[in-house]
């Protein structure tokens, strides 16, 4: 067992339910996160090594991505959705995090985003951080920083506007949900760097569009890429 594995393991058993993370089955000596059975039916995107991957087209289309990558395929009603629930809902900010570190090796596995200079989370608004109790963007940013040993930065961008959800409003009004609500401080200190976007779910990308261009407008020299946890099968495929 390699130290990595070996550390992800250690913070899983100390900071997260022995239940596995999809059903909810007490996992046996071994297994970690989720169980071997959730773990062979999870619907892995395989898009961290792939550098022409759909993600990556969606988003290159937006905003130009350099690279892009998620986990896993998001679909209501799959079981999967738990993981997402449960650590945007219930305050799962260590479940968060190991999921982020999973991402990341997979990442630092790949060798595709070995260039990058700064991770940076999608930011949420300070009233919605104090509700939720953390911000899950981050958690994620932070696993997959400490996996790529790459620094993440939550100061510089930020969410002027208190918009509404983008959970529950159709793809159409997505856009519109976020455009112009984010800021940006101190963009001197990221000029010409590669900066990794990183936000919990892909549906049309309009967060993460909203995200880029604020960075472009003021670093027009920037490379962008972006990392999700999960993708939405429905929006990148139109599958239902």
Same mark, same amino acid.
């Given at each position: 067992?390699?130290?990595?594995? &070996?550390?992800?393991?250690?913070?899983?058993?100390?900071?997260?339910?022995?239940?596995?993370?999809?059903? =909810?089955?007490?996992?046996?000596?071994?297994?970690?996160?989720?169980?071997?059975?959730?773990? #062979?039916?999870?619907?892995?995107?395989?898009?961290?090594?792939?550098?022409?991957?759909?993600? %990556?087209?969606?988003?290159?289309?937006?905003?130009?991505?350099?690279?892009?990558? &998620?986990?896993?395929?998001?679909?209501?009603?799959?079981?999967?959705?738990?993981?997402?629930?449960?650590? *945007?809902? +219930?305050?799962?900010?260590?479940?968060?995090?190991?999921? =982020?570190?999973?991402?990341?090796?997979?990442? *630092? /596995?790949?060798?595709?985003?070995?260039?990058?200079?700064?991770?940076?989370?999608?930011?949420?608004?300070?009233?919605? %951080?104090? *509700?939720?109790?953390?911000?899950?963007?981050?958690?994620?940013?932070?696993?997959?920083? %400490?996996?790529?040993?790459?620094?993440?930065?939550?100061?510089?961008?930020?969410?002027?506007?208190?918009?509404?959800? +983008?959970?529950?409003? +159709?793809?159409?009004?997505? #856009?519109?949900?976020?455009?112009?609500?984010? =800021?940006?401080?101190?963009?001197?200190?990221?000029?010409?760097?590669?900066?990794?976007?990183?936000?919990?779910?892909?549906?049309?990308?309009?967060?993460?569009?909203?995200?880029?261009?604020?960075? /472009?407008?003021?670093?027009?020299?920037?490379?962008? &890429?972006?990392?999700?946890?999960?993708?939405?099968? *429905?929006?990148?495929? =139109? &599958?239902?």
């Amino acid at each position: 067992m390699n130290f990595l594995a &070996s550390s992800v393991r250690s913070l899983l058993h100390l900071f997260v339910p022995s239940g596995c993370a999809v059903c =909810g089955r007490i996992m046996v000596e071994g297994e970690y996160l989720v169980c071997t059975a959730c773990r #062979w039916n999870m619907p892995l995107t395989n898009t961290c090594a792939d550098p022409d991957n759909p993600i %990556r087209e969606r988003l290159h289309a937006l905003f130009m991505a350099e690279q892009a990558c &998620s986990l896993f395929y998001y679909q209501k009603g799959s079981g999967y959705d738990q993981l997402i629930h449960r650590f *945007k809902y +219930q305050g799962k900010a260590a479940l968060s995090e190991a999921l =982020g570190r999973w991402l990341g090796e997979e990442m *630092k /596995r790949s060798g595709l985003y070995d260039d990058v200079d700064v991770i940076l989370p999608v930011p949420l608004h300070p009233l919605r %951080r104090i *509700k939720r109790g953390y911000n899950q963007s981050e958690a994620i940013a932070r696993g997959i920083g %400490r996996v790529l040993k790459k620094p993440v930065r939550t100061g510089h961008l930020t969410r002027k506007v208190h918009n509404p959800s +983008q959970t529950h409003r +159709q793809s159409a009004d997505r #856009w519109e949900n976020v455009a112009g609500i984010f =800021g940006l401080r101190a963009p001197d200190r990221l000029a010409g760097k590669h900066l990794l976007l990183v936000d919990d779910v892909l549906t049309t990308g309009a967060t993460l569009e909203s995200c880029a261009e604020t960075l /472009r407008h003021a670093l027009p020299n920037c490379r962008i &890429s972006a990392a999700t946890l999960a993708a939405s099968s *429905k929006d990148i495929f =139109g &599958s239902v």
